[in-house]
Nanobody
Framework: VQLQASGGGLVQAGGSLRLSCADS????????MGWFRQAPGKEREFVASISWRGDSTSYADNVKGRFTISRDNAKNTVYLQMNSLKPEDTAVYYC???????????????WGKGTLVTVSS
């Protein structure tokens, strides 16, 4: 099983993008989901997570107030709305299915290939 992230692209600073994460195998309806990102030469870092019902969300401090995670279980899709983008948001973004507590990458699986977000200054 792999989750398919899409929606990345090139955007100017201050712009917006909406990422999607599709679960074609429908394995994530009862799982929390998360978005992570990895910039060149850096470790994968937590961005946001959402509970399986969608009623609880969590964000990294450096995206709080700018990014919004949501999900549509009927469509087996999780979204990440990114506003007020900054050059430091440039990274490959991955979605994962949560399998344990905490925000560490080891608590998620089914990463897929990710989608590249590039923010120009």
């Amino acid at each position: 099983v792999q989750l398919q992230a899409s929606g990345g692209g090139l955007v100017q600073a201050g712009g917006s993008l909406r990422l999607s994460c599709a679960d074609s195998k429908r394995t994530s309806t009862n799982n929390g989901m998360g978005w992570f990102r990895q910039a060149p030469g850096k470790e994968r870092e937590f961005v946001a997570s959402i509970s399986w019902r969608g009623d609880s969300t969590s964000y990294a401090d450096n995206v709080k107030g700018r990014f919004t995670i949501s999900r549509d279980n009927a469509k087996n899709t999780v979204y990440l709305q990114m506003n007020s983008l900054k050059p430091e948001d440039t990274a490959v973004y991955y979605c994962g299915q949560r399998i344990g507590p905490g925000s560490g990458a080891s608590m998620y699986r089914y990463w897929g290939k990710g989608t590249l977000v590039t923010v120009s200054s």
